[in-house]
């Protein structure tokens, strides 16, 4: 069993940045793979960023390539989402996840364990 607890979520204006964190227990963090996700009212949970279990592969979603960077810290079993040049639509609750096996995905449902979530929300 894995907990995860995100922070880090607020209220920016466009342009703004926020970094997001994910803090791991119960397993060994660098045993997982990491990713990030989003759900936006009304829509359907899409993925943004993923992370290998070294660090040394990261995945972006077209939408936040070149804005967002995600990273993780093994020692500190921690994994964080940097946040900039941020806009309205990039409003929604941001959720981090593990994956006990494979390789990083897009595709949620291969994730195994879910944190609760943290609001971000960009205003105009």
């Known amino acids: 069993q894995v907990q995860l607890v995100e922070s880090g979520g607020g209220l920016v204006h466009a342009g703004g940045s926020l970094r997001l964190s994910c803090a791991a227990s119960g397993r060994v963090f660098s045993n997982y793979v990491m990713g990030w996700f989003r759900q936006a009212p009304g829509k359907e949970r899409e993925f943004v960023a993923s992370?290998?279990?070294?660090?040394?592969?990261?995945y972006y979603a077209d939408s936040v390539k070149g804005r967002f960077t995600i990273s993780r810290d093994n020692a500190k079993s921690t994994a964080f989402l940097q946040m900039n040049n941020l806009k309205p639509e990039d409003t929604a609750v941001y959720y981090c996840a593990v994956r006990r096996t494979g390789v990083a995905s897009t595709n949620s449902g291969l994730y195994d364990y879910w944190g609760q979530g943290t609001q971000v929300t960009v205003s105009s």
């Open positions: 992370i290998s279990r070294s660090g040394g592969s990261t």
